[in-house]
């Protein structure tokens, strides 16, 4: 009897016994997951912290003197030198206690209810500010700053200010001379013909010696339009280094339809782009144009405000960097030289356009050639030299305009008898210090990409706009790039690299705690799914992701 009433007494200290066991692993578990959930929030505070303080360390230069958010990108900083920097300021934002303490008996205690160790940081997306997508969106946060405006709309109303509303009257002028550019070189070939045979013929015939204008077009040829409208000697010749694109970069190009290249040597000359510009066709006004914002225009009213021109005034490493974007030549010679005979072509083609219907220089033109061709009774030559000498007219005029333009003065779009320079009388003396003399008749422009006053003409800033919108989109962005880095590069840091400029990660971080009972632990499975070759038998391990950049 004695023995039973023992036996009951010890099953309910057993029973007993275990309820306390399990009510205690309950409780264990119960912190463990409390431990575990909690530690999540504890983590991801540090580590947006981390982040922040890591981008904290952009590169000033770059955001001060161009408005764009990278970090790293000079002295061979990369990917993985951010991330040992971000690893170091997230353990020391999950450090819990003094990494050293003096020693001594009463030494602070310090309590710690996660424990956190065995912290490593993975990043699973790195994004750099060369990427288009990214250096879009800097982009578009800057033409908001900015207020962008309808630059398309406002130049093509400054272009028909000029022609007090004529608009259809003008192009229907365009297409009855558009045949003048295909035909130019046979014109040209035609003229030289009939100069020579001139020259060759006999000139007892000829009672006084006619000054033949076409020598202009000679020294045209041979010493360039440059030398006429500006003193070249002053550009430099040192050359922008371009930086490499990647290869698929270079291959996304290549698979780029041809039309969406922009090419000026393509249609898109003289006569041909003013046409297409009042008509509102070709690249300038296709989808590329109304697509989020504009992206073209975007880029083009950034470039306009950060890079340089020729009519600019120079402080940075790269006085043509607009004309660079324009012609993608490295050195300024040729840069500048390449967008000056872009103007020429226009400005030549558009002059004819008013010397070829104007009654007085039809009339003397005419006589210049009927007495140019009267050595040889060649009268078949008459009208083929009589649209040179107004073809040279037209250049010389085209000089003045583009010295004008370089003084930083407004050129009407389409001359008119009061806004023409050029005497006939002067078609043979013609050099650089008349063109200079009569540029003056200009008015100057009030500055920027629009002019206070679109009645008096275009300025050179807004013929490059308009050359710059001929361009595709893909020569503009990575060409900004290049000249953004080359200054960098010149003025603040030699190792400056904008390929390696950071702007927005994705950082996954894998931490452990210790659970408070590792048997429990190591029985469930406290992997969780998480595969890390660092993995530790009884600790707890999660991963929470960080992202954090310029969007």
């Known amino acids: 009897m004695m023995g039973l009433v023992y036996k009951e007494e010890g099953s309910i200290t057993v029973f007993m016994t275990f309820i306390f066991l399990l009510l205690f692993a309950l409780t264990g578990a119960t912190l463990d997951s409390a431990r575990y959930f909690g530690s ?16 904290g360390e952009y590169n000033r230069e770059l955001f001060t003197e161009y408005g764009f958010f990278g970090c790293g990108g000079f002295n061979g900083k990369g990917e993985e030198d951010w991330l040992d920097r971000y690893e170091e300021i997230l353990r020391e934002n999950l450090r819990e206690r003094p990494a050293a303490q003096k020693p001594g008996f009463f030494q602070k205690r310090y309590a710690s209810i996660y424990q956190i160790s065995g912290v490593w940081a993975d990043l699973e997306e790195v994004h750099f ?8 969106r800097q982009l578009r946060k800057w033409s908001t700053t900015q207020g962008l405006k309808d630059i398309g709309g406002d130049l093509v109303q400054q272009v028909l200010g000029t022609d007090q509303g004529k608009k259809e009257e003008l192009l229907r002028d365009m297409e009855e001379v558009d045949s003048l550019e295909d035909k130019e070189a046979g014109e040209t070939n035609k003229s030289a013909v009939a100069k020579d045979a001139v020259q060759n013929g006999p000139s007892e015939k000829q009672g006084t010696k006619v000054e033949d204008p076409l020598e202009f077009l000679k020294e045209l040829l041979q010493d360039g339009v440059l030398s006429l409208v500006c003193n070249s000697d002053t550009l430099c010749e040192r050359e922008l280094d371009a930086r490499e694109i990647a290869e698929e970069t270079q291959s996304t190009q290549e698979m780029l339809p041809q039309k969406d290249k922009g090419n000026w040597s393509k249609g898109k000359s003289g006569l041909k782009i003013m046409k297409k510009f009042l008509k509102q ?7 590329e144009m109304t697509e989020d914002s504009g992206k073209k225009g975007e880029l083009i009213m950034y470039v306009s405000d950060k890079l340089e021109s ?35 072509l226009i400005r030549t083609m558009i002059n004819f356009l008013y010397v070829e219907k104007d009654p007085v220089l039809r009339a003397q033109s005419l006589e210049t050639a009927t007495a140019l061709a009267a050595p040889l009774m060649a009268e078949a030559f008459i009208p083929v030299i009589q649209k040179g000498i107004l073809l040279v007219l037209s250049m010389e005029e085209a000089c003045v305009d583009i010295t004008a333009l370089l003084q930083g003065r407004q050129v009407p779009v389409f001359k008119s008898r009061e806004s023409f320079q050029m005497d006939y009388a002067q078609i043979c003396l013609a050099n650089r210090k008349m063109f200079q003399q009569k540029a003056k008749g200009f008015s100057r422009e009030g500055g920027g990409l629009f002019a206070a006053d679109t009645g008096k003409g275009l300025g050179y800033a807004q013929y490059l706009w308009l050359m710059l919108m001929m361009q595709s989109w893909d020569d503009l962005y990575q060409r900004t790039l290049d000249v953004i880095q080359f200054d960098l590069r010149d003025r603040f840091n030699q190792t400056f690299s904008i390929d390696q400029c950071i702007c927005r990660t994705k950082v996954v971080v894998t931490y452990e705690l210790p659970a408070l009972f590792r048997w429990l632990t190591d029985q469930t499975g406290s992997k969780s799914n998480i595969d890390h070759t660092k993995y530790t038998p009884g600790m707890l391990r999660r991963q929470i992701t960080v992202v954090y950049g310029y969007s």
């Open 40 to 55: 999540a929030g504890y983590v991801k505070t540090s580590a947006y912290g981390a982040e922040i303080t890591a981008y």
């Open 281 to 287: 066709e070709d690249s300038m006004w296709n989808d």
């Open 310 to 344: 020729y009519v600019s005034e120079h402080r940075g490493s790269v006085p043509y960097g607009l004309e660079y974007l324009i012609s993608g030549k490295k050195s300024q010679k040729e840069a500048f030289g390449t967008v000056i005979d872009h103007l020429f």
């Open 129 to 136: 500010l060369t990427e288009e997508k990214y250096f879009r």
